[in-house]
């Protein structure tokens, strides 16, 4: 049997294959809200046939933005929006589906990527940002405000009532966002803080703040449903984030009730020297399953099917996560299925779609 469409639980939460649809930034919100793109967009991934569907990095606080366009969940208008393609997905499937919440920090206030992705000043519709450490992304960029104590507490709270409101759309589970170099990595890295309170330093002070976070959903939402968290296993800058301190913060977060950790890369430092290639990011999901006893999903330029059987047959991670590749085929799961020889869930109306050569493909999406 294909381990790719073997069953596995996340927490309590069961689901039917080890596929799962990554966090994918749409920058097609409104003032934070959903908008009929989500609908279309998130419509299309939950008849996907994947074992769980995570919706984009969704923004705690409009200044925790990366652009004017980000998804956001602080609001009661933000909440009912984001209701309204969930409502349409439940009716249809049965796809577990999560979000995933975030806070840009300084790599807030940007336009979105078709427009060059470039910091927006304050006063062409831009906002101060807040960091660590007033340290910019970019030199060019202006500096974001050193965060307080009572800045971290506030942060902290928005991501208590942004769990909360996931909670009331009922939402399956919570993905704490601690990578790509967006504000929770940011005090994870030396790069980034270089603070001399209990915050910065040594690994333990590095970790406080974003564990302190996790905390505050993990309390907020749930206790059967689960909370798990995204991490750049590297920063790939020499003397940053490392694999040796993603496994000891992977190991606290477990020991703090993380469901799961999803390993991805960089985003940190304009600096990184990526070595892209099939698999890049798989050792790093290795290292952290090493580490711990809870799953570990893993990333990063896997397109095809055997590859992705192959690295749960070599157990280098739980589950496999895919973006782009479900952006460019959102069935990929189905074809996935034909090629290993494994059943996928479909809607009835789509039945009549299997090929003769794979006559039980398909099974109900409905329960």
């Known amino acids: 049997m294909s381990l790719l469409f073997s069953p596995i639980s996340i927490g309590s939460l069961a689901l039917k294959n080890r596929i799962i649809v990554a966090p994918m930034c749409q920058y097609s919100a409104e003032e934070g809200s959903a908008t009929d793109w989500h609908m279309m967009h998130l419509g299309s991934l939950g008849m996907s046939g994947a074992g769980m569907l995570i919706i984009e990095a969704t923004a705690v606080e409009p200044r925790g933005r990366i652009s004017p366009s980000d998804l956001g969940l602080w609001s009661d208008a933000n909440e009912a929006a984001l209701d309204r393609p969930l409502r349409a997905i439940r009716n249809h499937s049965s796809i577990p589906v999560a979000i995933q919440l975030a806070h840009a920090g300084r790599k807030a206030s940007t336009r979105v990527p078709w427009k060059g992705g470039a910091s927006i000043p304050k006063e062409k519709g831009g906002w101060q940002t807040v960091a660590p450490s007033p340290i910019p992304f970019n030199p060019q960029d202006a500096p974001p405000t050193e965060m307080t104590p009572e800045d971290m507490e506030w942060i902290a709270s928005t991501f208590s009532v942004s769990a909360r409101r996931a909670n009331r759309i009922e939402l399956d589970a919570i993905e704490v966002h601690a990578a790509h170099g967006y504000l929770l990595h940011q005090f994870l890295s030396p790069l980034s803080n270089h603070r001399t309170d209990k915050y910065g330093g040594p690994l333990e002070n590095r970790m406080r703040f974003p564990l302190e976070v996790f905390e505050a959903v993990r309390r907020s939402f749930p206790k059967e449903k689960p909370v798990g968290v995204r991490i750049s296993g590297t920063d790939w800058v020499e003397g940053g984030w490392d694999l040796a301190q993603s496994t000891i913060f992977a190991r606290e977060l477990e020991r703090r009730g993380a469901a799961y950790i999803h390993v991805s890369s960089g985003g940190l430092s304009p600096a990184q020297k990526i070595p892209l290639g099939p698999n890049y990011q798989v050792p790093l999901a290795e290292g952290v399953k090493k580490a711990v006893n809870i799953p570990v999903i893993t990333v990063g330029m896997i397109t095809e099917p055997r590859q992705a059987e192959n690295i749960l047959e070599r157990k ?36 009549r779609a299997q090929p003769h050569q794979y006559k039980d493909l398909f099974s109900h999406d409905l329960d």
Request: hydrophobic content about 55%; cysteine-free; proline content about 11%.
């Open 316 to 351: 280098q991670a739980d589950a496999i996560a895919l973006a782009r590749a479900m952006l460019y085929n959102p069935r990929w799961p189905w074809h996935a299925a034909a090629e290993l020889g494994a059943t996928v869930q479909a809607p009835p109306q789509y039945w």
